[in-house]
């Protein structure tokens, strides 16, 4: 068992990474709410995996209800976030009751949003099932839905109670969702832990220990920039010519965070901030997980990218590796780039 403390201005939470926590849920969860009832969230897709094995964990100490939504991102709508809350008070949800989000990203993002609002905020805990949302979403308090077609867009920062990682979960998974989370994982060697990075060529079985190396890479920025005005920018990096190929191909997110890293490895080369040693070592990590490593050229996005969310007066904030392991947050003028790259 592997234990991370996430330490926050008003309040910590610890991440618990143990194979094998499914069964213990009810354990770690007496450590922090001493309420009488728990309210599960999860999808069709994870009910049918591991939704009695928590009921029957949990059941030894509480009373126990849930709700169900489909799997999938087209479930992360006001419509189902809507439906969450009728069916939670339906079921007679008191605000001092406890959510626990059991699912992957969808099913984090949108039960996080239900405990920031439903009755001005309820405590949650994150069980999150997939690799990409145990490497990224279920930590830091990012919660929301997608609305107006824009991902995210309604949504709070909602720190929950506790994250309880079971390693186990990774095993059900499809070759292709695994690899998904491996986009994340790679991404924070990439950007704050090399010997992580080191240990990837091996494709090594995703340890307890591993989850622990790269989540320490998250944690370390959250704690120092809860609300993403800047180190937590770092998290980004891949992400800013990534979403701008993810829907327009069809990628997977951490599909289109590893070519989006590929891409901001050549542009951060070519402005000289970047090593040029770093990007053969990350094409061959990507390749090794059977990550998509298409050669989109950098500068026929940096229009796109310029005018999305990270466009404030006139500036976008790129993320860069300086060399593996180590990365900057870079500000750059559409009239630089002009003069730099095209
Ligand atoms: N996914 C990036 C972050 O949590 O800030």
Redesign the pocket.
């Known amino acids: 068992m592997r234990e991370l403390v996430v330490n926050l201005s008003d309040h910590s939470y610890k991440i618990i990474i143990e194979n094998g926590a499914l069964d213990n849920v009810n354990t770690y969860i007496k450590t922090i709410y001493n309420n009488d009832k728990v309210f599960i969230i999860t999808d069709d897709k994870v009910k049918d995996l591991y939704l009695d094995k928590v009921i029957k964990s949990l059941e030894k100490d509480y009373i126990v209800d849930y709700v169900v939504i489909p799997n999938g991102e087209a479930s992360k709508t006001l419509e189902k976030y809507a439906y969450i809350c009728e069916e939670l008070l339906k079921k007679d949800i008191r605000r001092n009751n406890l959510i626990v989000a059991l699912g992957g990203g969808v099913i984090g993002d949108i039960s996080g949003f239900v405990a920031s609002s439903l009755f001005r905020g309820l405590p949650y805990v994150g069980i999150p099932t997939s690799l990409l949302a145990q490497m ?2 279920s930590i ?1 308090g ?1 919660t929301g839905i997608d609305f107006y077609g824009r991902k995210n867009i309604l949504g709070a920062f909602k720190q929950p109670k506790m994250v309880i990682i079971d390693p186990n979960t990774i095993n059900t998974l499809d070759e292709r969702e695994f690899n998904n989370g491996m986009g994340e994982l790679i991404k924070h060697g990439a950007i704050g832990n090399k010997e992580l990075l080191d240990s990837l060529y091996s494709h090594p079985k995703i340890t307890e220990d591993v989850i622990y190396e790269s989540l320490t890479v ?1 944690k370390k920025v ?1 704690e120092i920039d809860e609300f ?1 005005l800047k180190e ?1 920018m770092t ?2 990096f891949g992400h800013t010519f990534g979403h701008a190929i993810e829907l327009k191909y069809g990628y997977k997110h951490g599909e289109a965070v590893a070519i989006g890293m590929l891409m901001a490895i050549k542009m951060g080369i070519d402005l000289g901030v970047t090593d040029k040693s770093c990007y053969k070592p990350i094409l061959d990590i990507l390749k090794i997980y059977n990550l998509p490593v298409v050669e989109y050229d950098y500068k026929d996005y940096l229009k796109d990218v310029f005018y999305d969310k990270k466009n404030i007066a006139g500036t976008i904030s790129f993320i860069f590796l300086t060399k593996l392991g180590e990365c900057v947050i870079y500000k750059i003028t559409e009239k630089e780039i002009k003069e730099k790259l095209l």
Do not use: E, T
Request: proline share 0%.
């Open positions: 990224d979403s830091g990012k998250k959250v993403d937590r998290l980004n």
